[in-house]
Structure formats: C-alpha cells, structure tokens
T-cell receptor, first 113, second 113 residues
Framework: KAGVTQTPRYLIKTRGQQVTLSCSPI?????VSWYQQTPGQGLQFLFEYFSETQRNKGNFPGRFSGRQFSNSRSEMNVSTLELGDSALYLC????????????FGEGSWLTVV | DQQVKQNSPSLSVQEGRISILNCDYTNSMFDYFLWYKKYPAEGPTFLIS?????DKNEDGRFTVFLNKSAKHLSLHIVPSQPGDSAVYFC????????????FGKGTRLSVIA
C-alpha cells in the first residue's frame, strides 16, 4: 500500500513569490492535514481537510491556504513568501473515526531566499 | 503556551540498555497519545499510541506508559539499538478524532554502540 506522497521534495523560492505543495494521501484516507516543522517551533498544525472542506485550522496567517479535491488529494499554497516560511512542510492522512493513526509523508523542504 | 512538553532535548543510551523518553501534557481534554520517530529530511514515522482508557501499551521493543493523574507519558525502548537513533516526538489529541495533533518539540535519542 503506497504511503502519503508529497511533491516536490525540495524547492527554493524567492521572497515575495508564491508556492504550491501537493499531497496524495494513503488510498482510502479522506482526512488530510498539513504541518509545518521549523527548528525553533517544532511541528505546528496548519489545517485539516475532510471531504473537500476545511475542518480545522491552526494559527497561521491568511497567506497559508489549502484545498482538497474530490479524490482526497490536497494542495497547500503559501503566497508572498517570507524568509521565515523556510521549513519542512508535512502532509498527513488518516481514516475517519476514533483512535485512527495519522500517517505522514516525507515532506516538502521549502527554502526561501 | 506549550500543551505538550518534552523537557529533555537529547538523550544518550548505550546499545542494549533501556531508553526512556518522557512527555508531559497540560490539556485535560487530551485522551489519545502517539509517539513518532523522525530521521533527518524524512517525515515522522508512527511508532505506538495509547488511549486514556489504558495505562500501558506494548509493541515489540516499544512500550508506552500513561499516568493520567500526573499528565505524563513515557516511551520505553528495550533493548535500544543504534538504528533507534532519531528524534522522537510525543503528540496528543482527542480519541474521538477530528482534532489536530499537538506535538512536543522532540527528544533526540543517540544509541551508542
């Protein structure tokens, strides 16, 4: 069974640009979450989607947005990039229901210069 | 306000001995706890979980203990192996689902041969 797949794995962007990251969840998983990992802040929750609807949102500015498609694939977008947006962006998926494990992808490394 | 705390940033253990990683939480609403292992440049890998109806859960060399009254959990790895060297994250959530994981900042385990 394929795991959570994220693309691209590595990318470099210039301050002020925008970036779109893609995530394909494990087959059958309809909940997709995004997390940001930075050395100083650890792993922080960005947002969660289920059935194409944003169900939960973390404490990030509106420059961070996401969406989910009917096949459960998800994208996140960061506009007007800042140097502080340099981080590992992790996508995770899970089955719906209580006590389900959340599985993570390998992540997308974003460097903003 | 950090709701999940891993107070030891690093831990060194000799191969074959027990590794004990600790985690404290402050939010009484958390009733589902997970441990993840993370290698550099990779996504977190799920290790083991426990719900608050239990105080212990075992899976091979990994055992998680939960002390609800102290709001404390620990991960025991016995025996420790060099391949266990990684960063370990404790995460907390609601068993009912639909809520994001709240992570500690991680403990870097080094298993010395």
């Amino acid at each position: 069974k394929a795991g959570v797949t994220q693309t691209p794995r590595y990318l470099i962007k210039t301050r002020g640009q925008q970036v779109t990251l893609s995530c394909s969840p494990i087959s059958g998983h309809r909940s997709v979450s995004w997390y940001q990992q930075t050395p100083g802040q650890g792993l922080q929750f960005l947002f969660e989607y289920f059935s194409e609807t944003q169900r939960n949102k973390g404490n990030f500015p509106g420059r961070f947005s996401g969406r989910q498609f009917s096949n459960s694939r998800s994208e996140m977008n960061v506009s007007t990039l800042e140097l502080g947006d340099s981080a590992l962006y992790l996508c995770a998926s899970s089955l719906e229901g209580p006590g389900n494990t959340i599985y993570f992808g390998e992540g997308s490394w974003l460097t903003v210069v | 306000d950090q709701q999940v705390k891993q107070n030891s940033p690093s831990l060194s253990v000799q191969e074959g001995r027990i590794s004990i990683l600790n985690c404290d939480y402050t939010n009484s609403m958390f009733d589902y706890f997970l441990w993840y292992k993370k290698y550099p440049a990779e996504g977190p890998t799920f290790l083991i979980s426990i719900s608050s109806i239990k105080d212990k859960n075992e899976d091979g060399r990994f055992t998680v203990f939960l002390n609800k009254s102290a709001k404390h959990l620990s991960l025991h790895i016995v025996p420790s192996q060099p391949g266990d060297s990684a960063v370990y994250f404790c995460a907390a959530s609601r068993y009912s689902g639909n809520t994001p994981l709240v992570f500690g900042k991680g403990t870097r385990l080094s298993v010395i041969a």
